[in-house]
């Protein structure tokens, strides 16, 4: 019976004993940890010495070339007005921001339109470089002088009037332009070169001469054109000349 009564006491002594180890192990983890937390907790706070004890120097050079930055701007501004300048940048956000999405939209276009601005340029020096080919640009310095020229013999009363009848000059040289106009000038021209290379000796003048050069049909159809001619020139109604209203009475 007493031994009976032995073994329970020692199985709750062990079971003590196991409890109590369980919960020294759990405490030795937990202050484990705890003295990991104090130590990292050291170390941050050294490290933070350290780098306090580097940005101090660097922080009061900061404040003495802000402090004399200020002395020299003091005269053209105060502290109020730089305050006042803060106060319009914090309540001019949204403009800002308005103004950076802008900024990005036409970042956004010249980057589109890049490829094509390349693409023109290089076909612009390509057509430069057929003009100079061409000498385009040895011609232009004498067009100048042309101009010069144009200006220095009409004044403005005659560009006036170049402008009030570029109407019919325009007509004018159309009609002068036309496929048949441009072959008998042409043909007329020739004609007057070969007569004008006749040497006089070669000519007869004489009225015999003359009377015998009508019996040619070339002649005849010749003085028969500029008789007609001639007649169409009568029948042309000269322009009245303008009147002049700055004459006297």
């Known amino acids: 019976m007493a031994e009976n009564t032995h073994v329970p006491v020692q199985n709750d002594v062990q079971t003590?004993?196991?409890?109590?180890?369980?919960?020294?192990?759990?405490?030795?983890?937990?202050?484990?940890?705890?003295?990991?937390?104090?130590?990292?907790?050291?170390?941050?706070?050294?490290?933070?010495?350290?780098?306090?004890?580097?940005?101090t120097p660097i922080a009061m050079e900061f404040m003495e070339a802000t402090v004399e930055e200020l002395e020299e701007i003091e005269p053209y501004a105060r502290l109020e007005d730089i305050i006042f300048f803060l106060k319009r940048l914090a309540t001019n956000l949204h403009n800002f921001e308005a103004m950076l999405d802008q900024l990005e939209s036409v970042n956004d276009l010249v980057q589109d339109l890049t490829p094509v601005a390349n693409d023109a340029f290089l076909v612009a020096m390509d057509q430069l470089e057929e003009m100079e080919k061409r000498g385009y640009f040895q011609v232009l310095p004498e067009a100048k002088y042309i101009v010069d020229?144009?200006?220095?013999a009409?004044?403005?009363?005659?560009?006036?009037?170049?402008?009030?009848?570029?109407v019919l000059i325009l007509s004018t040289v159309r009609?002068?332009?036309?496929?048949?106009?441009?072959?008998?000038?042409?043909?007329?021209?020739e004609s007057t070169q070969e007569a004008v290379r006749t040497p006089d000796e070669e000519l007869d003048i004489s009225y015999l001469g003359l009377i015998r050069q009508m019996r040619d049909p070339q002649m005849r159809l010749g003085l028969a054109r500029t008789m007609q001619l001639l007649r169409a020139m009568g029948q042309i109604t000269p322009p009245t000349p303008p009147s002049d209203n700055g004459g006297s009475p």
Not at 27 to 47: G, N, P, S
Not at 175 to 185: A, K
């Open 16 to 55: 003590q004993l196991q409890t109590l180890n369980a919960k020294l192990d759990a405490l030795t983890e937990q202050v484990a940890v705890l003295t990991d937390y104090v130590l990292e907790q050291r170390q941050r706070q050294q490290e933070w010495d350290e780098l306090k004890a580097d940005l």
């Open 175 to 189: 009609s002068m332009t036309q496929p048949e106009i441009m072959t008998l000038v042409q043909q007329l021209t």
């Open 154 to 166: 009409f004044g403005p009363e005659d560009v006036r009037a170049l402008g009030d009848n570029i």
């Open 149 to 152: 020229n144009v200006v220095e």
